[in-house]
C-alpha cells in the first residue's frame, strides 16, 4: 500500500462537476492499493497519517514575530532568540481535517516501455472493500467529523493547496 501524504491548507474533490467533498487545514491523502495488501498495511498507514509530525507549532513562543520569514528554513525570524519550531505537531494534536482520494495509479511499474503497468493494484472490488474499511476506521480511530472522500473508482479532480510545499510518501514495503 501506498500514500502519498500532503499537508494542505484545503482541498476538495468534484465529480462530474459537481463537489462531493471538501476540506481546510489538514492532509490531502492518495492512497494506492496494492495486490498483496491486507489489514495489517491498512493499519500502518493510518497509523503514519495521524502521528506523522507534519505541522509547526500553533502558537510561536512570546518573544517570537512570525511577520518575516527566512526562505531557506521557514522558520520566523526571532525578535527573541528561539525560531518556530517546525514538525513538531500531527494532525490529531492539531484537531486538523483529512481527505481520503483511492488512487490505483500509485501502483504503477515504468520500468519497461512508456505504458504504466498496473498489475500490482489490487483488482477493483477487493480494493474497494479495503479502501471503504480504511476509510472506515481512520473515521473511528480519529473523528468522523473530521475525514473526507473521494468517490472510489470514478474520474474526480481533485484541488489540492498544499502547504510548504510538503508531501511525503509512505510505502508499506518500505517498513
Not at 47 to 71: A, C, G, H
Not at 120 to 148: C, H
Request: aromatic fraction near 4%; charged fraction near 25%; proline fraction near 5%.
Amino acid at each position: 500500500m501506498k500514500a502519498v501524504i500532503q499537508r494542505v491548507s484545503s482541498a476538495s474533490v468534484t465529480v462530474n462537476r459537481s463537489e462531493i467533498s471538501r476540506i481546510g487545514k489538514g492532509l490531502c491523502v492518495l492512497v494506492g492499493i496494492g495486490t498483496d495488501d491486507t489489514r495489517k498495511e491498512m493499519d500502518y498507514i493510518i497509523s503514519k497519517m495521524l502521528s506523522l509530525r507534519l505541522f509547526p507549532d500553533q502558537q510561536p513562543p512570546p518573544n517570537i514575530s512570525t511577520t518575516p520569514v527566512k526562505s531557506d528554513k521557514r522558520e520566523a525570524l526571532p525578535s527573541g532568540d528561539e525560531p518556530i519550531k517546525q514538525w513538531t505537531q500531527s494532525v490529531r494534536d492539531i484537531q486538523g481535517e483529512i481527505l481520503i482520494v483511492s488512487q490505483f495509479t500509485l501502483m504503477a511499474k515504468t520500468k519497461k516501455g512508456n505504458k504504466p503497468d498496473f498489475h500490482n493494484a489490487m483488482k477493483t472490488d477487493l480494493s474497494k472493500a479495503l479502501y471503504t474499511e480504511l476509510v472506515e476506521s481512520l473515521k473511528t480511530t480519529y473523528s468522523a467529523d473530521l475525514v473526507q472522500e473521494g468517490q472510489f473508482g470514478a474520474m474526480m479532480e481533485v484541488n489540492i493547496s498544499n502547504d510548504g510545499p510538503v508531501t511525503i510518501i509512505v510505502d508499506t514495503q518500505d517498513k
